[in-house]
């Protein structure tokens, strides 16, 4: 089996574990009208507040579940994590497409955000330790791409499915993770860590191919395991040297910068937010066009990273994200304090 084949194997499971994200990231604001009108009953009786926690009850599950998975890959696996998490994944979206009550659901979301968050790093770490050099980067960047593929396919699905259909729906996707792992091999670097070369060399052959001398590749992998192994821990009495602290810092800062830009604020609530500015389109059909143009834009920076370089992209990004938070900031106070005429005369923005 040769490198291509090989790099088919590792995106059927980046693919399933990066779509599954990008579907749950955007499952509570599709919810929010069907939630409120499908069901009369107490149950369903979703305050503001409440809709509120139900949307941030998700990346809270996700924020534990990237705590919690750094023992689950060390003990399970790489891909016995992946390979795990997926019943689990489907269990909980039949407890939030069957919810009889409130708890069932917040429950459901919760334990949705949690599994994201302990697949999505899982899956990364294993196409990283499997890929090529070649074409690890290009493999890395493919995560973005299927993130806001997810988000398009929660968007156009969401507009004639309730809720509780787009969640029986989202089934689909931890099963298609499931099954990818079931043709794949364990990452060698895991064989390794483990002290089990045989294991490590066995992988390795099947993914670089039979007729593929691995021998230079395994010795690599082992020597970069045993400097590992022989690197110092990070404490707070060598936390100060910078080979330690600068990257942490930088990553930190990139990390906190994106997650604050407000993204994903807008992503939740897109739309509500179209709803509220009166567009001649419909606010599902809106959010679809919106899902389409994430996706090209995706897609043409994957292929301009090399180029333009990740400082400069990331620049541009910045910039865009601050000015099209202005602009739409700008609409809703306008919105908020002026006359009908003046909030008809700028609904381009």
């Known amino acids: 089996m040769g490198v291509a084949k090989m790099s088919i194997r590792a995106l059927s499971s980046e693919y399933s574990a990066r779509y599954e994200p990008g579907f749950l990231q955007n499952f509570v604001f599709l919810l929010f009208d069907p939630i409120t009108s499908y069901h009369d009953d107490v149950f369903f009786a979703f305050s503001f507040l409440l809709l509120i926690f139900l949307v941030s009850i998700n990346p809270a599950g996700s924020f534990l579940g990237a705590l919690c998975v750094g023992m689950l890959i060390n003990s399970l696996g790489r891909r016995g994590t992946v390979m795990a998490l997926s019943p689990l994944y489907i269990g909980s979206y039949l407890l939030t497409?069957?919810?009889v009550n409130r708890i069932m659901i917040?429950?459901?979301r919760f334990i949705c955000g949690f599994l994201a968050g302990a697949a999505s790093p899982a899956s990364q770490i294993y196409v990283s330790e499997i890929s090529s050099p070649c074409i690890r980067g290009r493999l890395g960047s493919l995560a973005g791409i299927f993130?806001?593929?997810g988000i398009l396919v929660a968007y156009g699905f969401g507009a004639f499915l309730n809720w509780n259909q787009l969640s029986l729906f989202g089934i689909t996707f931890p099963a298609l993770l499931g099954l990818s792992t079931l043709f794949i091999p364990e990452s060698p670097s895991w064989y390794i860590i483990k002290q089990k070369d045989s294991l490590a060399l066995k992988s390795l052959q099947r993914l670089r191919g039979r007729n593929t001398d691995v021998s230079g590749?395994?010795?690599?992998?082992?020597?970069s395991s045993e400097r590992i192994k022989k690197m110092p821990e990070i404490t707070l009495r060598?936390?100060?040297d910078p080979k330690f602290w600068k990257p942490l810092a930088l990553s930190s800062m990139l990390m906190?910068?994106?997650?604050?830009?407000g993204n994903l604020a807008v992503v939740f609530n897109t739309v509500s937010i179209f709803e509220s500015t009166g567009s001649t389109l419909s606010p599902s059909v809106s959010s679809v066009i919106t899902g389409s143009i994430m996706v090209i834009f995706t897609i043409g920076m994957t292929f301009l990273i090399d180029k333009a370089g990740r400082k400069a992209l990331l620049l541009f990004s910045s910039a865009g994200m601050g000015l099209s938070h202005s602009l739409l900031g700008s609409y809703f106070y306008i919105q908020a304090n002026y006359p009908q005429e003046v909030i008809n005369s700028i609904s381009w923005l």
């Open 217 to 223: 590749e395994f010795k690599i992998k082992k020597e």
């Open 147 to 149: 993130l806001t593929v």
């Open 238 to 240: 060598n936390a100060s």
């Open 256 to 261: 906190i910068a994106q997650q604050f830009s």
């Open 97 to 99: 497409g069957f919810a």
């Open 106 to 108: 917040i429950t459901g």
